[in-house]
């Protein structure tokens, strides 16, 4: 198949059927993000490359990388970038892990970006960075986030800095 010199509206990479550039930005995204021995990956550098080629192309890329791997978010600006750059996008993590800080203001800016677009699959782990932090801030956090309304959420703990939500449909 000749797919021809690409032209300013065309990305020969579009000609080829789905299932194969899905194989194709598998990858890619393997080469770039390496394998995770731990099955999750930090959200701690920037987007893959992949994501700026074309509107197209990232979208189908981000199915490939947010539906099938695991991710980490800490409370960084790094990790806030990742949430605003992916704007709605967020709701096609399948499964996050959401490491706050609650000795830093900065939590209220995750909530913002994150929870009113997660999706209904998405399993949502709020961790507490430090063990001294007072159960009546995590509380005090849970709270104001909405996390404890049980209309919408659903709750476990797991473990003492560990509570893990599921959103009801």
């Given at each position: 198949?000749?797919?021809?010199?690409?032209?300013?509206?065309?990305?020969?990479?579009l000609?080829?059927?789905?299932?194969?550039?899905?194989?194709?930005?598998?990858?890619?995204?393997?080469?770039e993000?390496?394998?995770?021995?731990?099955?999750?990956?930090?959200?701690?550098?920037?987007l893959p490359?992949?994501?700026?080629?074309?509107?197209?192309?990232?979208?189908?890329a981000l199915d490939?990388?947010?539906l099938?791997?695991?991710?980490?978010?800490?409370?960084?600006?790094i990790g806030l970038?990742?949430?605003?750059?992916?704007?709605?996008d967020?709701?096609r993590?399948?499964?996050?892990?959401?490491?706050?800080d609650l000795n830093?203001e900065?939590?209220?800016?995750?909530?913002?970006?994150?929870?009113?677009?997660?999706?209904?699959?998405?399993e949502?782990r709020?961790?507490?960075a430090?063990?001294?932090?007072?159960?009546?801030?995590?509380?005090?956090?849970?709270?104001?986030a909405?996390?404890?309304?049980?209309?919408?959420w659903?709750?476990?703990?797991?473990?003492?800095?560990e509570?893990?939500?599921?959103?009801?449909?």
């Amino acid at each position: 198949m000749a797919l021809g010199p690409p032209t300013p509206n065309h990305t020969p990479l579009l000609s080829v059927p789905l299932e194969i550039r899905d194989a194709i930005y598998e990858r890619v995204l393997e080469a770039e993000w390496g394998y995770s021995s731990q099955d999750f990956f930090v959200l701690d550098r920037p987007l893959p490359a992949l994501f700026r080629i074309s509107k197209q192309i990232r979208s189908e890329a981000l199915d490939v990388f947010l539906l099938k791997n695991h991710f980490h978010i800490y409370t960084s600006s790094i990790g806030l970038k990742w949430l605003n750059i992916l704007g709605r996008d967020v709701n096609r993590f399948r499964f996050l892990i959401l490491f706050i800080d609650l000795n830093l203001e900065a939590w209220n800016k995750y909530l913002k970006a994150l929870l009113p677009v997660v999706s209904q699959y998405l399993e949502l782990r709020i961790r507490k960075a430090a063990a001294s932090l007072p159960n009546a801030r995590l509380d005090s956090f849970l709270q104001t986030a909405g996390l404890y309304d049980k209309n919408r959420w659903i709750s476990e703990g797991k473990g003492t800095n560990e509570i893990i939500f599921k959103r009801i449909c």
